[in-house]
């Protein structure tokens, strides 16, 4: 007989995405980001296409950048930082994303957003929307919602996946 507790297809996916995020060298948020084929795909259904996390660009040392959150503008992280769902956009290296899904372990500023839009991705399948009143979320969601992208928030059936090496 077959086994029947393995997981779905979402849940693989964001185990994907949030393995990814633990990748990331910040030491205050880490996320991580899968982009997957759509239905009607050349790829086929859900293959993973590209997979990112939150960090500096390839060539820019984390050693030599700040990862401090507050102070003067280029003192802080946010000037420097890739985040999860642009880096995997980037890594894609030109693959074709329309129609595809992309895996969230948080939900995309304004300026993901912009790049989900533009690369094709028709649907965010987000874990924690927990910067939902911030206006990077506000504007995000209006963006999404007017380029008709799909957003849906993943609920785990259970917290953990446990991994065993």
Same mark, same amino acid.
């Given at each position: 007989?077959?086994?029947?507790?393995?997981?779905?297809?979402?849940?693989?996916?964001?185990?994907?995405?949030?393995?990814?995020?633990?990748?990331?060298?910040?030491?205050?948020?880490?996320?991580?980001?899968?982009?997957?084929?759509?239905?009607?795909?050349?790829?086929?259904?859900?293959?993973?296409?590209?997979?990112?996390?939150?960090?500096?660009?390839?060539?820019?040392?984390?050693?030599?950048?700040?990862?401090?959150?507050?102070?003067?503008?280029?003192?802080?992280?946010?000037? #420097? /930082?890739?985040?999860?769902?642009? &880096?995997?956009?980037?890594? %894609?290296?030109?693959? $074709?994303? =329309?129609?595809?899904? +992309? #895996? /969230?372990?948080?939900?995309?500023? &304004?300026?993901?957003?912009? %790049?989900?839009?533009? $690369?094709? =991705?028709?649907?965010? +399948? #987000?874990?924690?929307?927990?910067?939902? &009143?911030?206006?990077?979320?506000?504007?995000?969601?209006?963006?999404?919602?007017?380029?008709?992208?799909?957003?849906?928030?993943?609920?785990?059936?259970?917290?953990?996946?446990?991994?065993?090496?």
């Amino acid at each position: 007989m077959k086994r029947n507790d393995y997981i779905s297809w979402d849940e693989y996916f964001m185990g994907v995405a949030v393995l990814a995020s633990k990748r990331s060298k910040d030491p205050n948020t880490q996320v991580g980001a899968c982009i997957v084929s759509g239905e009607n795909s050349s790829y086929g259904k859900n293959v993973i296409i590209s997979t990112g996390y939150n960090g500096f660009p390839c060539g820019c040392s984390d050693d030599e950048y700040p990862w401090e959150r507050e102070g003067n503008t280029n003192d802080t992280k946010y000037p #420097y /930082v890739v985040h999860a769902e642009l &880096n995997a956009i980037l890594n %894609a290296h030109g693959k $074709s994303l =329309i129609g595809t899904k +992309i #895996y /969230v372990a948080l939900f995309p500023c &304004n300026e993901c957003a912009k %790049a989900i839009i533009q $690369s094709g =991705i028709k649907e965010v +399948i #987000y874990l924690s929307d927990k910067y939902s &009143n911030a206006e990077s979320t506000i504007s995000s969601k209006r963006m999404l919602h007017s380029a008709g992208v799909k957003l849906t928030q993943f609920i785990p059936k259970d917290k953990k996946i446990i991994l065993e090496f």
